[in-house]
């Protein structure tokens, strides 16, 4: 026998609205869920967050949901605890395990019960909460979940131990403290891979001077540092964001405030890309002559031969004339000597070739220029320039200026000095 269609629809929408109309008794006060908020599963950063806006009204509610869920935890963790004493020994093991369990699961809906009542008395005061502490504290101290104080000292140490073994607090604390050091161990130990194969890469370049690789690998080292810093602190939770701005923020300012600087820094680059001296190098720069012996981004330290230390700004050297006195292997010995007007010409030229072609010091590629150069007011003067290895200028400099003396004094070629001739007339 066919039913009537209007049977049909009516079965069909009975069904459609039952899910409905179960949700609605459940909402009902007293007839199930009392908050919204009472999830095992929610974090305690997110509680604290969704407590803080409830009046103290709402807060009783929520604090009276998460009482019953701690209670009927409690009640089943104690139960279980009744049965591994009363079990057989052999039936000790999944019981102990499911014990564990309840354990840890009692432990973490205190942490949330501890948390809801600190909401509520911090709007409703410490009276309002006097009682929920008391039940909260025997039941956690009756199961086992907190040890017993003795003393307030000792009660303290105990608040402390179970702070420090809650996987939401102590625990996620200490493992995010053991990252960052972790991290910063593994970053330092990178930048220092990196700067050791920075190294070697500019090595490589025979025309990289030693300023330019240490700038290289001092400038890898400390980034490398500086983003494994980032990253540390970005696993304890920290925003970086507004660090950042900040930094960005100070820099302008002191860029702005140290301009002088910063133009010796951009002409420290300068220097480190086109090499015009390296450290070792002999020098006159700025009108400062001497030996280099350290460099920075922003000024160039300096000894004289005299060994004074004179440090120069960058922006100076690199906005003046930079002359690189041993900056070649070798270097042309600029000498003069003069003979008297009636001495032998060739004789003195002899002489003098004589003299740098016995000098062990003097190159023979190039050869070595004597000739005659011009007819001064005193003497006939000779330029005389040998060759030289840049390191021993100075020796053979003076070994020949000391030769010419002797070996002019021993042919009998007269050096003469300034003189004038003075004419008296007599007057009438």
Same mark, same amino acid.
């Given at each position: 026998?066919?039913?009537?269609?209007?049977?049909?629809?009516?079965?069909?929408?009975?069904?459609?609205?039952?899910?409905?109309?179960?949700?609605?008794?459940?909402?009902?006060?007293?007839?199930?869920?009392?908050? /919204?908020?009472?999830?095992?599963?929610?974090?305690?950063?997110?509680?604290?967050?969704?407590?803080?806006?409830?009046?103290?009204?709402d807060l009783e509610k929520e604090v009276k949901a998460w009482v019953d869920l701690f209670k009927a935890k409690a009640a089943a963790y104690a139960e279980l605890k009744n049965k591994i004493?009363?079990?057989?020994?052999?039936?000790?093991?999944?019981?102990?395990?499911?014990?564990?369990?309840?354990?840890?699961?009692?432990?973490?809906?205190?942490?949330?019960?501890?948390?809801?009542?600190?909401?509520?008395?911090?709007?409703?005061?410490?009276?309002?909460?006097?009682?929920?502490?008391?039940?909260?504290?025997?039941?956690?101290?009756?199961?086992?979940? /907190?040890?017993?104080?003795?003393?307030?000292?000792?009660?303290?140490?105990?608040?402390?131990?179970?702070?420090?073994?809650?996987?939401?607090?102590?625990?996620?604390?200490?493992?995010?403290?053991?990252?960052?050091?972790?991290?910063?161990?593994?970053?330092?130990?990178?930048?220092?891979?990196?700067?050791?194969?920075? *190294?070697? $890469?500019?090595?490589?370049?025979?025309?990289?001077?030693?300023?330019?690789?240490?700038?290289?690998?001092?400038?890898?080292?400390?980034?490398?540092?500086?983003?494994?810093?980032?990253?540390?602190?970005? /696993?304890?939770?920290?925003?970086?964001?507004?660090?950042?701005?900040?930094?960005?923020?100070?820099?302008?300012?002191?860029?702005?405030?140290?301009?002088? $600087?910063?133009?010796?820094?951009?002409?420290?680059?300068?220097?480190?890309?086109?090499?015009?001296?390296?450290?070792?190098?002999?020098?006159?720069?700025?009108?400062?002559?001497?030996?280099?012996?350290?460099?920075?981004?922003?000024?160039?330290?300096?000894?004289?031969?005299?060994?004074?230390?004179?440090?120069?700004?960058?922006?100076?050297?690199?906005?003046?004339?930079?002359?690189?006195?041993?900056?070649? *292997?070798?270097?042309?010995? *600029?000498?003069?000597?003069?003979?008297?007007?009636?001495?032998?010409?060739?004789?003195?030229?002899? /002489?003098?070739?004589?003299?740098?072609?016995?000098?062990?010091?003097?190159?023979?590629?190039?050869?070595?220029?004597?000739?005659?150069?011009?007819?001064?007011?005193?003497?006939?003067?000779?330029?005389?320039?040998?060759?030289?290895?840049?390191?021993?200028?100075?020796?053979?400099?003076?070994?020949?200026?000391?030769?010419?003396?002797?070996?002019?004094?021993?042919?009998?070629?007269?050096?003469?000095?300034?003189?004038?001739?003075?004419?008296?007339?007599?007057?009438?």
């Amino acid at each position: 026998m066919k039913k009537p269609l209007w049977t049909l629809w009516a079965t069909v929408a009975l069904l459609f609205l039952l899910p409905f109309s179960s949700a609605a008794a459940q909402e009902k006060p007293g007839a199930g869920k009392t908050s /919204v908020t009472v999830n095992p599963q929610v974090s305690l950063d997110d509680l604290e967050n969704q407590l803080l806006p409830l009046t103290k009204e709402d807060l009783e509610k929520e604090v009276k949901a998460w009482v019953d869920l701690f209670k009927a935890k409690a009640a089943a963790y104690a139960e279980l605890k009744n049965k591994i004493r009363k079990a057989q020994a052999e039936a000790k093991a999944p019981l102990q395990k499911q014990e564990e369990q309840l354990r840890k699961e009692c432990i973490s809906l205190l942490d949330r019960v501890e948390a809801a009542v600190a909401a509520l008395e911090a709007k409703a005061g410490k009276d309002a909460v006097k009682d929920l502490h008391a039940y909260v504290d025997t039941v956690s101290r009756g199961l086992g979940l /907190v040890e017993n104080p003795v003393t307030s000292v000792s009660n303290t140490w105990t608040k402390i131990l179970a702070w420090v073994k809650s996987p939401e607090k102590g625990l996620k604390y200490a493992t995010s403290i053991v990252v960052f050091l972790l991290l910063l161990l593994a970053f330092r130990i990178l930048a220092a891979v990196l700067a050791k194969i920075t *190294d070697r $890469t500019v090595r490589a370049f025979k025309t990289s001077s030693d300023l330019l690789r240490d700038f290289f690998v001092n400038t890898v080292r400390r980034v490398t540092i500086l983003i494994g810093i980032v990253v540390a602190l970005s /696993v304890l939770g920290i925003n970086i964001g507004p660090l950042v701005a900040a930094i960005g923020a100070v820099g302008f300012v002191v860029g702005f405030a140290l301009q002088g $600087t910063l133009s010796n820094f951009a002409s420290g680059i300068m220097i480190l890309l086109y090499r015009p001296y390296d450290i070792g190098d002999f020098v006159n720069v700025a009108g400062v002559s001497g030996t280099v012996s350290a460099m920075s981004l922003v000024s160039t330290t300096i000894k004289t031969p005299d060994n004074q230390t004179i440090i120069v700004p960058n922006n100076s050297i690199w906005g003046g004339v930079i002359t690189n006195i041993t900056g070649n *292997d070798t270097r042309r010995v *600029d000498m003069t000597f003069g003979i008297d007007y009636s001495d032998d010409i060739p004789k003195a030229q002899k /002489v003098l070739e004589d003299i740098l072609a016995k000098h062990p010091k003097v190159l023979k590629d190039p050869a070595p220029v004597v000739k005659l150069h011009e007819l001064a007011d005193s003497s006939v003067n000779f330029v005389v320039r040998p060759w030289v290895k840049t390191s021993d200028y100075w020796d053979v400099y003076w070994d020949v200026t000391r030769a010419v003396k002797e070996r002019f004094d021993a042919e009998g070629i007269s050096i003469p000095f300034p003189q004038q001739d003075i004419h008296l007339h007599k007057a009438d």
